[in-house]
């Protein structure tokens, strides 16, 4: 999948968009909780987590 289409997946949908970076893992319900409390908090977990594996997955390369 595209980066700029789960980047956008996770400001809309957070949790989806974590769910097609990492899977079903600790991150999916640390942004499951977030988007619970708030919209926004979700969001910026989910844009932060894809930008964090983003890096990760750039370093091993």
């Known amino acids: 999948m595209s980066k700029p289409l789960r980047y956008l997946l ?3 949908l957070p ?3 974590v769910f097609l970076t990492y899977g ?3 991150s999916l319900v640390i942004s499951i909780i977030l ?3 708030g ?3 979700g969001s910026l977990y ?3 987590a894809l930008a964090k594996h983003d ?3 750039g370093e091993a390369t």
């Open 10 to 12: 996770a400001i809309l």
């Open 15 to 17: 949790p989806v968009g």
């Open 24 to 26: 079903v893992s600790t």
């Open 35 to 37: 988007t619970l409390l």
């Open 39 to 41: 919209w926004l908090p």
């Open 46 to 48: 989910a844009v932060w």
């Open 55 to 57: 890096e990760n997955v």
